[in-house]
């Protein structure tokens, strides 16, 4: 496989210390020596334009609707990794079942069954993908800022699968086109003003939360408010720094009554580290449960990244509810994973070949791609 264009300095480093989640986003390896990113990367919300999120939102749906014998041709054999040093089955599943939908080969690499068992670094592994001719690597990490690292020491694109308490920007892509199937007719024309009038309260586990992170710097950029709700332990003040349009309210109920969207967040036992909380007492004032969605929240959305822990952020009932869009998200992962799949490798249309969701899939012939000659395009 060619060298890619993008250089890898010297020495990666993980950006130190690493911060809490709410603290000011990660430094980008370009924006620290200057060097240039590989295309396609995606670790941040921040590495998109609002242009990228729509163009993003409009391909996910064009690779929905193809014809899927078509859409296997787009990334026939190209080689992609998926590098998971922590449990996951939504992201690991839709990010596999995306990339093979697109006909690329996968790779699955756990920290249980590989190399990375007897020590082998997170730098050492990806070199080790590449030379094994990955063109992409799908990466979850415990770190927050590991998948900089790994792209700085691949030159790979890297697609977060989450790190640490940083970011999961496929999960607010997902999130964000779950909620403008309902509330904008799925519209994939997005901009600056497209959720303006919507206020999203994200309850729960705020400091530990990628997820929260995620959405609360994506949503805000596309005109949404963002309400930040939990005790202060789980939700220290400077969450409201994080960037415009995010404001914090402790009280549930008073939150509940002002939005259109209420995502719920999992408590991270395998995070606290130390932090106490009172679960009773948790649920007791933030818990989503049927009375106090019918009282305060009759019509809002119910969201939740999972996994969910039924009882206790929310009830069974609730989860399962009429309002409840959790089975939906996780569906709504495999066009947004495939999307990001194909703009990885190469294989996305630009502004003007997007497809707007109500059009037609796409016939035989245009997937042909005559401005990107196979040959040319394949790097592997
Ligand atoms: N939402 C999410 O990241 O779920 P998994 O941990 O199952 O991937």
């Known amino acids: 496989m060619p060298a890619r264009k993008a250089a890898a300095p010297s020495q990666p480093t993980l950006p130190s210390p690493l911060p809490p989640t709410l603290q000011p986003a990660l430094p980008k390896p370009a924006e620290v020596d200057g060097s240039v990113r590989p295309r396609g990367s995606v670790i941040s919300v921040l590495d998109l334009s609002t242009a990228d999120v729509a163009s993003i939102l409009a391909q996910a749906t064009r690779l929905e609707n193809e014809d899927p014998l078509a859409r296997m041709k787009r990334l026939l054999k190209r080689r992609v990794a998926l590098l998971f040093y922590e449990s996951s089955t939504r992201t690991r599943t839709s990010f596999e079942l995306a990339a093979k939908s697109l006909g690329a080969d996968t790779a699955l690499i756990s920290s249980q069954s590989s190399s990375i068992e007897k020590g082998e670094s997170l730098k050492d592994t990806g070199i080790t993908l590449k030379a094994l001719g990955a063109?992409?690597?799908?990466?979850?990490?415990?770190?927050?800022?590991?998948?900089?690292?790994?792209?700085?020491?691949?030159?790979?694109?890297?697609?977060?699968?989450?790190?640490?308490?940083?970011?999961?920007?496929?999960?607010?892509?997902?999130?964000?086109?779950?909620?403008?199937?309902?509330?904008?007719?799925?519209?994939?024309?997005?901009?600056?003003?497209?959720?303006?009038?919507?206020?999203?309260?994200?309850?729960?586990?705020?400091?530990?939360?990628?997820?929260?992170?995620?959405?609360?710097?994506?949503?805000?950029?596309?005109?949404?408010?963002?309400?930040?709700?939990?005790?202060?332990?789980?939700?220290?003040?400077?969450?409201?720094?994080?960037?415009?349009?995010?404001?914090?309210?402790?009280?549930?109920?008073?939150?509940?009554?002002?939005?259109?969207?209420?995502?719920?967040?999992?408590?991270?036992?395998?995070?606290?580290?130390?932090?106490?909380?009172?679960?009773?007492?948790?649920?007791?004032?933030?818990?989503?449960?049927?009375?106090?969605?019918?009282?305060?929240?009759?019509?809002?959305?119910?969201?939740?990244?999972?996994?969910?822990?039924?009882?206790?952020?929310?009830?069974?009932?609730?989860?399962?509810?009429?309002?409840?869009?959790?089975?939906?998200?996780?569906?709504?992962?495999?066009?947004?994973?495939?999307?990001?799949?194909?703009?990885?490798?190469?294989?996305?249309e630009d502004k003007d070949h997007a497809t707007k969701p109500t059009e037609k899939p796409a016939t035989t012939d245009q997937l042909a791609h005559p401005k990107t000659p196979a040959k040319k395009a394949r790097r592997g």
């Not at 909620?179 to 007719?185: E, F, G, I, K, Q």
């Not at 705020?206 to 949404?224: E, F, K, M, Q, W």
């Open 135 to 348: 063109e992409c690597i799908i990466l979850r990490h415990l770190s927050s800022g590991a998948p900089y690292l790994l792209e700085a020491s691949t030159g790979l694109p890297i697609l977060n699968g989450g790190d640490g308490m940083h970011e999961h920007p496929s999960q607010a892509l997902l999130d964000l086109r779950t909620m403008l199937a309902h509330l904008r007719d799925g519209t994939a024309e997005v901009d600056e003003t497209t959720l303006q009038g919507v206020t999203v309260t994200i309850c729960g586990d705020i400091l530990h939360s990628r997820v929260a992170r995620s959405n609360a710097l994506l949503l805000p950029r596309l005109g949404a408010q963002v309400i930040l709700c939990g005790p202060t332990a789980l939700l220290p003040e400077i969450a409201a720094q994080i960037g415009p349009g995010v404001t914090i309210e402790r009280d549930f109920e008073k939150a509940l009554a002002a939005s259109q969207v209420v995502m719920m967040l999992r408590i991270q036992a395998e995070r606290l580290s130390g932090l106490h909380v009172d679960l009773e007492e948790y649920k007791s004032r933030y818990q989503a449960n049927s009375a106090r969605m019918d009282k305060f929240a009759a019509n809002a959305l119910l969201m939740h990244p999972g996994p969910i822990i039924r009882g206790l952020e929310l009830t069974s009932e609730v989860a399962d509810g009429p309002r409840s869009l959790i089975a939906e998200q996780v569906r709504h992962g495999v066009a947004i994973r495939m999307a990001l799949v194909a703009r990885a490798l190469d294989r996305f």
